[in-house]
């Protein structure tokens, strides 16, 4: 049979999602977790995969396993042995055409950027930081050359290995919460780095080292040397995966909402 998990994770410890020899991921501790409850090996498929210190509030994975066990079987048993970095919040089974990548209809992601002179203490690992005041105005103006279908080649890392540059974003918000900028970002599917650069991007239209239109130009000229820096990937949380209603996933979409 195929189950689809939901996962939440702090990926400040772990070398990214993907499993990788000789380094610490958030699916080798989990396929770790859940081969105990099988008492089988078992691999998981994830919906994306995210870099090194980004964190999951709402990851979607799915395996096959011939184990019979009642679902609460793979929250409770799984989080009983799993770190306390990484719980797993749900489980529902699926039919075999569920793929937790492939069925993907959208993902989002969201951006905490401390705004304030000083670094944080308590929540070092968990949000970015900028010491300059940034111009939210500004960066809304900038955000709405990204919304629509375009070539983001300009956004993504050398590295990436997506078959195409050309994605739909659907939504760019930033919004102020005291001295935090949350920067909310939904599309189709993204590119490598796609976020943070999209990030370093709207920092430096804030900062006033370019204006809003520039970053029309970056996306134009598909030249990754044109835009900003990749920013830091402690702020970044992979925030939900959209699915057609059929599935019936009890995904928590709603729980991350902020008040604007």
Same mark, same amino acid.
């Given at each position: 049979?195929?189950?689809? &998990?939901?996962?939440?994770?702090?990926?400040?410890?772990?070398?990214?999602?993907?499993? @990788?020899?000789?380094?610490? %991921?958030? @699916?080798? =501790?989990?396929?770790?977790?859940?081969?105990?409850?099988?008492?089988?090996?078992?691999?998981?498929?994830?919906?994306?995969?995210?870099?090194?210190?980004?964190?999951? &509030?709402?990851?979607?994975?799915?395996?096959? %396993?011939? =184990? @019979?066990?009642?679902?609460?079987?793979?929250?409770?048993?799984?989080?009983?042995? *799993?770190?306390?970095?990484?719980?797993?919040?749900?489980?529902?089974?699926?039919?075999?055409?569920?793929? +937790?990548?492939?069925?993907?209809?959208?993902?989002?992601?969201?951006? !905490?950027?401390?705004?304030?002179?000083?670094? %944080?203490?308590?929540?070092?690992?968990?949000?970015?930081?900028?010491? *300059?005041?940034?111009?939210?105005? +500004?960066?809304?103006? #900038? +955000?709405?050359?990204?919304?629509?279908?375009?070539?983001?080649?300009? &956004?993504?890392? =050398?590295?990436? @290995?997506?078959?195409?540059?050309?994605?739909?974003?659907?939504? *760019?918000?930033?919004?102020?919460?005291?001295?935090? &900028?949350? !920067?909310?970002?939904? #599309?189709? #599917? !993204?590119?490598?780095?796609?976020?943070?650069?999209?990030?370093?991007?709207?920092?430096?239209?804030?900062?006033?080292?370019?204006?809003?239109?520039?970053?029309?130009?970056?996306?134009?000229?598909?030249?990754?040397?044109? +835009?900003?820096? %990749?920013?830091?990937?402690?702020?970044?949380?992979?925030?939900?995966?959209?699915?057609?209603?059929?599935?019936?996933?009890?995904?928590?979409?709603?729980?991350?909402?902020?008040?604007?």
């Amino acid at each position: 049979m195929r189950i689809a &998990l939901g996962v939440e994770y702090d990926g400040s410890h772990y070398c990214g999602w993907q499993s @990788q020899s000789g380094v610490a %991921t958030v @699916q080798d =501790a989990l396929q770790a977790a859940l081969n105990e409850i099988a008492a089988s090996p078992i691999a998981v498929s994830a919906a994306g995969r995210t870099d090194t210190g980004v964190h999951g &509030l709402e990851q979607v994975v799915h395996f096959d %396993t011939e =184990a @019979q066990r009642p679902l609460q079987a793979w929250v409770r048993g799984a989080n009983a042995v *799993l770190p306390r970095s990484i719980v797993v919040r749900w489980a529902h089974p699926v039919s075999n055409e569920f793929h +937790a990548r492939f069925s993907a209809e959208g993902r989002s992601y969201r951006y !905490f950027l401390l705004n304030r002179p000083t670094r %944080t203490a308590l929540h070092a690992g968990k949000v970015g930081w900028y010491h *300059l005041p940034l111009d939210l105005d +500004a960066m809304h103006m #900038a +955000a709405q050359h990204l919304i629509g279908t375009h070539d983001f080649s300009a &956004l993504r890392a =050398a590295e990436c @290995q997506a078959k195409s540059p050309i994605k739909t974003m659907r939504s *760019l918000d930033i919004h102020r919460e005291g001295d935090m &900028l949350v !920067f909310d970002v939904s #599309a189709d #599917a !993204f590119l490598h780095h796609m976020v943070r650069n999209i990030v370093g991007c709207l920092v430096y239209v804030g900062k006033g080292k370019h204006p809003p239109h520039w970053l029309a130009e970056v996306l134009a000229s598909r030249n990754r040397r044109m +835009a900003a820096p %990749t920013f830091a990937p402690d702020g970044l949380y992979l925030r939900h995966i959209r699915y057609d209603a059929r599935w019936g996933l009890p995904q928590l979409e709603k729980e991350w909402n902020t008040s604007k």
